[in-house]
């Protein structure tokens, strides 16, 4: 059974405890996720099974949304509710008319400096193991992309609340983004709580909770909420090669692909149809002298005989 599980991860456990959790349930020894959620936060977590393991870093690409609460007037050590309060001002002027006029300056490209408390090495170290021995390093700021930015509820007051949606690029620090927003505010700012509502084209009112993946296994129906990869990656070209040409892709072997208007542009990912419309794997394009161009595929799916 390989393929992706559109999981609903409650806060509270980790992205770890989540594929520990399927590992257990499916009995599959490689079981990943593509996107971490820190515990705090819930909703969309996909976790792939087998043969898609190898595909997590497509599917980390995507882009994806966010539902935060954000509470002005109070800064954390961890920019989240989980920290110690640092600083504190009275956000009693923050107004649902000067947080619409501030939002938009947060919209399109962005620079944020990560988070202690995040996955990014420091000298070989993550920083949130850095943070749990109490040290802080300079860390280099990161260019994001806000596609859209909108306030959904607003309650003023000395801690001023908000409930904003987010759509974003890969590697956005929706807890940075709350406590920048807080800074331009003047009054400071942290993330309350965070829903992941969507990845690509997965939503979290689609997503299976743990108890209900539990029940499938144990009633032999999980397999029906499993995705395929080709499913998944539906929206990735894909290159359709015959019986030939097929068992050398699934040996690793680069083919020969004639010139065509419906090529996809050189470089970019491609998946490689054997007969059938099987998945064989995934590959790349390069331009050969005579004007062809060989097909390398980087990810095999397939054992043995491609037929």
């Given at each position: 059974m390989d393929g992706i599980l559109n999981v609903n991860k409650p806060s509270g456990p980790?992205?770890?405890?989540?594929?520990?959790?399927?590992?257990?349930?499916?009995?599959?020894?490689?079981?990943?996720?593509?996107?971490?959620?820190?515990?705090?936060?819930?909703?969309?977590?996909?976790?792939?099974?087998?043969?898609?393991?190898?595909?997590?870093?497509?599917?980390?690409?995507?882009?994806?949304?966010?539902?935060?609460?954000?509470?002005?007037?109070?800064?954390?050590?961890?920019?989240?509710?989980?920290?110690?309060?640092?600083?504190?001002?009275?956000?009693?002027?923050?107004?649902?008319?000067?947080?619409?006029?501030?939002?938009?300056?947060?919209?399109?490209?962005?620079?944020?400096?990560?988070?202690?408390?995040?996955?990014?090495?420091?000298?070989?170290?993550?920083?949130?193991?850095?943070?749990?021995?109490?040290?802080?390093?300079?860390?280099?700021?990161?260019?994001?992309?806000?596609?859209?930015?909108?306030?959904?509820?607003?309650?003023?007051?000395?801690?001023?609340?908000?409930?904003?949606?987010?759509?974003?690029?890969?590697?956005?620090?929706?807890?940075?983004?709350?406590?920048?927003?807080?800074?331009?505010?003047?009054?400071?700012?942290?993330?309350?709580?965070?829903?992941?509502?969507?990845?690509?084209?997965?939503?979290?009112?689609?997503?299976?909770?743990?108890?209900?993946?539990?029940?499938?296994?144990?009633?032999?129906?999980?397999?029906?909420?499993?995705?395929?990869?080709?499913?998944?990656?539906?929206?990735?070209?894909?290159?359709?090669?015959?019986?030939?040409?097929?068992?050398?892709?699934?040996?690793?072997?680069?083919?020969?692909?004639?010139?065509?208007?419906?090529?996809?542009?050189?470089?970019?990912?491609?998946?490689?149809?054997?007969?059938?419309?099987?998945?064989?794997?995934?590959?790349?394009?390069?331009?050969?002298?005579?004007?062809?161009?060989?097909?390398?595929?980087?990810?095999?799916?397939?054992?043995?005989?491609?037929?």
């Amino acid at each position: 059974m390989d393929g992706i599980l559109n999981v609903n991860k409650p806060s509270g456990p980790t992205s770890h405890d989540i594929v520990a959790r399927v590992r257990k349930v499916t009995g599959k020894k490689r079981v990943g996720h593509a996107g971490t959620l820190d515990p705090i936060a819930s909703g969309v977590l996909l976790v792939c099974l087998g043969n898609a393991t190898r595909v997590v870093e497509y599917l980390v690409d995507w882009p994806k949304s966010y539902r935060t609460t954000a509470v002005f007037g109070a800064e954390t050590d961890t920019e989240d509710e989980t920290g110690t309060v640092i600083r504190e001002r009275d956000a009693s002027g923050v107004t649902r008319d000067l947080l619409e006029r501030t939002l938009p300056r947060f919209v399109g490209e962005i620079s944020q400096v990560p988070p202690m408390v995040s996955a990014v090495r420091h000298k070989g170290r993550r920083l949130y193991q850095l943070a749990r021995a109490g040290k802080v390093v300079e860390r280099a700021p990161r260019t994001v992309r806000i596609y859209s930015l909108r306030l959904v509820e607003f309650h003023p007051g000395r801690r001023a609340t908000a409930v904003l949606d987010v759509d974003c690029s890969k590697g956005t620090y929706i807890r940075t983004l709350c406590a920048d927003i807080g800074r331009s505010l003047d009054c400071g700012g942290h993330m309350a709580s965070l829903v992941r509502t969507r990845i690509g084209k997965f939503r979290v009112e689609d997503a299976v909770s743990m108890d209900d993946i539990e029940r499938l296994a144990a009633s032999g129906r999980l397999a029906g909420a499993v995705h395929p990869v080709d499913e998944v990656l539906h929206e990735m070209p894909a290159i359709e090669l015959d019986a030939e040409d097929s068992a050398r892709v699934v040996q690793g072997a680069a083919v020969v692909v004639a010139k065509s208007a419906q090529l996809p542009p050189l470089g970019a990912p491609v998946r490689i149809h054997g007969p059938g419309a099987r998945l064989l794997g995934i590959g790349r394009l390069d331009l050969l002298p005579n004007g062809h161009f060989a097909l390398k595929p980087e990810k095999v799916f397939a054992v043995g005989k491609a037929e």
